[in-house]
């Protein structure tokens, strides 16, 4: 394949066998590059080389001006701002800095365009005007600053170029607009220069105007790269500038256009490849180069629609991929750095006297909060143990072990919104993690490119002010991240070649595989960010979408001219903006196929294999066993026994291994937290009644003081979490409530004439259960609620904060209640009525549950039934024990079986 670089250079020589003096002006300073290269490999002898730069640098050569950083204008641009009178009411910087950047945009797009100000900001106001036409009948202050504003863009934009030119520097478009009026002194001191132009296609107006003059002085050429498919073809946009100029411009009446190929019709392979998802597309990407040699990937170039699909990419290459270039870099903003800083910023944005425990463990648990604070994990504990949602720096302080920290005082200090301690404080961060030998190579590079990225913001304070919060920081340190980069070293010239769009130009590959052919990102959909409206664009001449819409066709269709195989990969997906739709180029190559072109499509979708269910299985070991001894000797509590039934591989995990779930701080009260704190309210109520008959007035002795022993239980409980307010606060008040409710219904049992009398509140029960089966001892063991006699009759009852139903203490058929969860409540309760026995002899007796989501049910009776439609028996007997008892032991017998595996149950 000759590319068109190789063509342009032969055509050159032929003509100019002496090209040092010539000044060769491409698209990029990557094309140079490449230029260069094929000059180096096509030259048998030692010879100076020519001067090869971008536009860009061309421009700036005209103009004596120096583009300036686009950070370093906003400020600029504000200072302007500041001094413009005509404009009354000023923004602080921080909004100013939301619509600056847009609008400095369009003062970029009129030079670059060379518009005449006067008449555009006059045309403009008009506008902005007819808009508020009819608003009101009287125009209000707001209405009034809002048009004096617009009336005051032609001050401003005269001020930021005066200040700018006094600098010897200038916005991209400014120094566009003062090339093309310094042309005339250029073109009169370097008459017999030598100038040749390769590779562009839309060029803006100065551009238009200075490679015209250069071309009429006779000394200069222009190389269109360009196919004759798309030029012939008025209809087709890909070739809409070239087309217009060489219609257009005087040079052409008398020249032939240079290099209108005819490479597109030529033989091609083209595979469009429809894929699930951005990651689906990087790993039929490395798929693909897999079954390429070495030769072949040396010719292939991969291009990112997306580029957020660069990373994935680089996991996705396969190992023959031995060189690689890689054209652009990694944006700052996706390293977890970035997210520290902007985490810290965050905190002390928004109330830094008072933290946020989640602020806090963000920090903490962030790979840098680790590295700076080397005792997060003690920290960590107590902010979980002490269950505090909001901290103050002195209380963090002292969670601390060396309480003397000065990167916790650093941290979490407060800086009091001051701008300069935010980055003073940011930069001496970054210099202790510069300091720390254990950063990785790529966290090395990532802290000093932030550190240089800090000292800018630094510098840019020093000498603009305009830094007045925390915020203000954040919104310039984003800005700064998202647009700095940090780049891959490679060889540019050999190995596989991954770049952008913009990348491309002027280069040529044989194998071209394009990622994200989607609609809306390959070519991109409409973008608004503009003041400039619609009408007033095409009056003076603008860049309108259709003419970035022809942009985008150049690029993709110059990339196919010369490739021999095309791969075109697209999402299928449609999530959020993403359409899934793919790009209107797919659909154009398919309608218009070439003869000379064949097509093969695909649908990749990931292979779907439903496994069976397996059920996972413990075998018990020597270990597992022993513990189930301990376990036994200790007693197996009614929860436990419960969990067993319910999953056994449950009580596995938290019998056997101990695993407890992850502690976090409770910021809303759990249901299992308020069932402690009803449960120790009423503990501390009537444990001082036990062996004594309730009266009414004990009764309503507890009524006076809910509130207090509850607020009592809460902070004992709930620790340091705040129940003052919101969702606690309504769970205060329930708590409170259900308390109030069950003494409500004692004082009426009371008032009836029913005689209650305690027996036992939270009594601490055991009980031996003799199993010849077992060589151990093995005891039962747990806490009952409250024992009372009512009216003579012996009661045993747990509290339950949940919702319970009569159905749910009630058996049929005594084999299931150690083998169906749904009967767990009427284990519970005959477990406790078992080791109550052991202390007063049951014959006759009731035990239940009192739900306080269900009070209007009373106490719910345990009751054995001998169909659905039969009279309960609610009576304890020894009976009853007995029959519970022969299945208490089968199910200790099951856990306690070293043949017996723990097997999951499938949980429905």
């Not at 269910?613 to 513990?627: D, G, M, P, Y």
């Not at 007035?697 to 009592?712: A, C, G």
């Not at 609620?785 to 012996?794: A, E, H, I, S």
Request: net charge negative; with cysteine; charged share 25%.
């Amino acid at each position: 394949m000759v590319t068109f670089l190789q063509e342009v250079l032969a055509d050159i020589k032929n003509s100019n066998p002496d090209i040092s003096d010539i000044t060769f002006v491409l698209p990029s300073k990557r094309a140079g590059g490449f230029l260069l290269n094929e000059l180096k490999k096509n030259t048998n002898n030692t010879q100076f080389a020519p001067r090869i730069c971008s536009i860009e640098e061309f421009i700036e050569d005209l103009s004596n001006l120096k583009i300036i950083d686009n950070t370093e204008l906003l400020f600029k641009s504000y200072e302007a701002y500041l001094s413009t009178n005509s404009s009354t009411e000023k923004e602080d910087f921080e909004t100013y800095s939301t619509w600056a950047i847009t609008l400095l945009n369009d003062f970029n797009e009129i030079d670059r365009y060379l518009v005449e100000p006067a008449p555009f900001f006059s045309y403009l106001a008009s506008i902005k005007t007819l808009e508020r036409w009819g608003v009101n009948d009287e125009k209000t202050q707001l209405i009034e600053n809002y048009l004096r504003f617009w009336e005051s863009l032609p001050s401003f934009y005269e001020n930021i170029q005066n200040q700018l030119l006094r600098e010897g520097i200038g916005y991209q478009g400014m120094v566009y607009r003062e090339a093309a009026s310094n042309l005339g002194h250029y073109i009169n001191n370097n008459k017999y220069k030598k100038h040749i132009f390769i590779g562009f296609n839309a060029l803006n107006a100065a551009e238009q105007n200075i490679i015209q003059e250069l071309l009429e002085t006779k000394n200069s050429k222009i190389y269109w790269d360009t196919d004759r498919f798309f030029y012939e073809d008025l209809k087709h946009s890909a070739s809409y500038f070239i087309r217009k100029y060489i219609k257009e411009w005087k040079y052409f009446q008398d020249e032939t256009p240079k290099f209108i190929a005819r490479n597109f019709e030529g033989p091609k392979q083209f595979r469009f490849v429809e894929v699930q998802k951005n990651v689906g597309q990087a790993k039929y990407v490395g798929e693909l180069l897999s079954t390429l040699s070495t030769g072949e990937i040396n010719k292939t170039a991969i291009v990112l629609g997306d580029e957020n699909l660069l990373v994935p990419l680089l996991y996705s290459l396969p190992e023959n991929v031995k060189n690689l270039n890689l054209t652009m870099g990694i944006s700052l903003k996706n390293f977890p750095a970035v997210v520290f800083f902007e985490l810290l910023y965050g905190i002390h944005h928004r109330n830094p006297r008072t933290l946020y425990y989640k602020d806090v463990l963000a920090i903490l648990n962030h790979p840098l909060g680790n590295t700076l604070l080397k005792d997060t994990t003690i920290i960590n504990k107590k902010l979980v143990n002490q269950n505090i949602t909001h901290i103050s720096f002195e209380d963090l302080k002292s969670f601390s072990e060396d309480s003397e920290n000065p990167m916790l005082q650093l941290i979490f200090d407060d800086w009091n919104d001051d701008s300069e301690t935010a980055i003073k404080s940011s930069i001496k961060i970054i210099e202790t993690l510069q300091n720390d030998k254990e950063l990785s190579v790529v966290e090395r590079v990532v802290t000093n490119q932030l550190g240089k990225v800090l000292k800018k913001i630094d510098t840019l304070n020093e000498k603009y002010p305009h830094l007045k919060s925390i915020r203000s920081v954040l919104t310039l340190f984003s800005e700064l991240t998202q647009t700095t980069s940090i780049d891959f070293e490679g060889d540019a010239y050999s190995g596989l070649q991954v770049m952008g769009v913009l990348e491309t130009r002027v280069l040529d590959f044989e194998n071209v595989i394009i990622t994200s052919v989607n609609e809306g990102i390959f070519p991109s959909g409409k973008s608004n960010a503009s003041f400039i409206t619609y009408d007033l664009k095409q009056q003076f001449n603008l860049p309108i979408y259709t003419e970035k819409d022809a942009i985008y066709t150049y690029h993709f269709y110059r990339l196919l001219q010369r490739a021999k195989n095309v791969t075109l990969l697209y999402n299928n997906h449609s999530e959020g903006i993403n359409t899934g739709e793919k790009s209107r180029f797919i659909r154009q190559l398919e309608i218009e196929k070439h003869p000379n072109h064949t097509i093969e499509k695909r649908i990749l979708s990931p292979k779907v294999q439903i496994k069976p269910l397996q059920l996972r299985e413990i075998h018990k070991t020597e270990a597992v066993l022993k513990r189930i001894r301990e376990i036994a000797e200790k007693g197996f509590s009614p929860s436990a026994l419960t969990s067993y039934i319910r999953n056994p591989m449950e009580f596995y995990f938290q019998k056997i291994l101990k695993l407890n779930e992850f502690a976090e701080v409770e910021e809303t009260v759990a249901a299992n937290t308020l069932g402690t704190i009803v449960h120790d309210t009423l503990e501390n109520f009537y444990q001082p009644l036990e062996a004594l008959v309730l009266s009414v007035q004990n009764l309503l002795d507890m009524k006076e003081r809910i509130h207090e022993e509850v607020t009592k239980q809460f902070k004992k409980t709930f620790k340091g979490g705040n129940f003052s307010k919101g969702k606690n606060l309504i769970i205060f008040e329930v708590a409170k409530r259900y308390i109030s409710n069950f003494i409500d219904r004692e004082i009426s049992e009371v008032e009836a004439g029913n005689e209650i009398k305690i027996v036992k509140i939270e009594a601490n029960l055991t009980l031996e259960i003799p199993i010849h089966e077992i060589n151990f001892p093995v005891k039962i063991h747990g806490k009952v609620d409250r024992v009372d006699t009512y009216n003579g009759q012996l009661r045993i009852i747990d509290y339950k904060t949940g919702s319970v139903n009569q159905g749910d203490v009630e058996i049929i058929d005594w084999s299931v209640l150690n083998k169906d969860y749904k009967f767990s409540k009427a284990f519970q309760v005959l477990t406790y009525a078992l080791m109550m026995n052991r202390e007063l002899p049951i014959n006759g007796a009731e035990a239940g549950i009192i739900s306080f989501k269900n009070l209007a049910g009373g106490f719910l009776k345990f009751g054995t039934k001998t169909s659905a439609y039969s009279k309960r028996d609610q009576q304890i007997t020894a009976e009853t024990l007995e029959n519970f008892t022969i299945e208490l032991k089968k199910l200790i017998l099951e856990i306690c079986d070293p043949q017996i595996p723990f097997i999951e149950k499938e949980i429905e």
